[in-house]
């Protein structure tokens, strides 16, 4: 999917979502990041088995730190600046999940981010720059026999516990929490 957006110049796929017509309807909360659906036009041979969501917060506010299950997701910049963080799921615990720091960057238009079972699968994204934006292409269900088609695993990172070899070991912690602690710094 990184690779694929990556082709699409920024304008192009603006004007393909609408996005001058959705942001409105995204309402900025003040301790939060909110979404809308962003219908994606029909592509010739492409297969419809994926959502699109644009994520729209002010500065200070997050995508707070969460790890998914049997589900992709690719992330475009729209508009903003974002301090990306990626974690390896290394272990995972009855009250934690180990990670390991994979990505911190800069993230700014135009710029692509995945997650994965397999890789980066943590992800954490603090607006900087505001009001900041990303286009969200999500592919769940990925192996159907394992009973669900997603979940969503929150995690205290700030306050996480440093193991040997640069690992964190965080605290599972449910949404509401993570909105208290990470929604707005
Ligand atoms: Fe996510």
Redo the contacts with the bound molecule.
Sequence with gaps: MEELFARVPLPDLLRAIDFDKLKPGISLPDDRADAVSAPFPEVEGMPRRFGTKIFGMQQGRA?VP?G?QNMA?MHLVLAGEFHLRHFERVEDQSEHLVLRPSIDRVSKPGDLSS?SDQRDNV?WLVATRGPAYTFDLIVVGLEPDRGFDWK?DHVDIGGAERLNGGLLRARRIDFDEAIRRYGKS
Aim: a neutral charge; charged letters at 0%; aromatic letters at 0%.
């Design positions: 995508i969460h998914h997701s997650i992800h969503m």
